[in-house]
């Protein structure tokens, strides 16, 4: 029986722990051009009215949000690892968006950005993208969707299979609508 690379032997191993850990797990259907499994990670509540900025943990990108409450209510922030033929990818510095007014807000991240963070401040909104890059080239994104509109004082979203947050939309208050983004990582 022959042995496990180093990289294939870490990637076994984060994906055994995420099974074993209860994490959700994807991995792309046979026959896909690059092999990707995707795993949560960092899973992190933040009053928003504090107003620090949230950062998923590093090489972890946005997987989905809720939100609970006013705007002195809390926000959970759900981050995962995603891993393309077996390597992990490694995520850029973050890069923050112009603020703008929450109550009448819409970002979509640029081509093959994801979200990695928010700040929240003051009645203004600023996102953190990235780039993610594996065996020395950038991950790639398609199949953008927007979520169903949703109440925001008792919103949750999370991507689906394959799937990382790419933007959000909201209007209103905290009881007004918000939906997210989502795009599917295709290596």
Request: include cysteine.
């Amino acid at each position: 029986m022959g042995s496990l690379s180093r990289i294939g032997g870490r990637a076994l191993a984060l994906a055994c722990a995420a099974l074993i850990g209860g994490a959700a797990v994807a991995v792309a259907e046979p026959g896909a051009a690059h092999r990707i499994i995707i795993f949560d990670g960092t899973v992190q509540a933040v009053q928003e009215s504090s107003g620090a900025p949230f950062l998923c943990s590093v090489n972890q990108v946005l997987l989905g949000r809720s939100h609970n409450g006013d705007q002195n209510g809390g926000a959970t922030y759900y981050c995962g690892l995603v891993l393309v033929d077996g390597q992990q990818v490694t995520v850029s510095a973050p890069v923050w968006s112009t603020a703008q007014q929450e109550s009448n807000s819409s970002f979509a991240a640029p081509a093959d950005r994801v979200l990695v963070g928010q700040d929240s401040a003051n009645g203004t909104t600023r996102y953190a993208t990235a780039t993610m890059s594996a065996w020395g080239r950038t991950v790639q994104l398609a199949s953008h969707r927007w979520s169903p509109d949703q109440k925001e004082s008792s919103s949750y979203s999370k991507g689906g299979d394959y799937e990382v947050m790419v933007g959000r939309q909201h209007s209103g208050d905290q009881h007004g609508q918000t939906r997210y983004q989502y795009a599917k990582v295709v290596g």
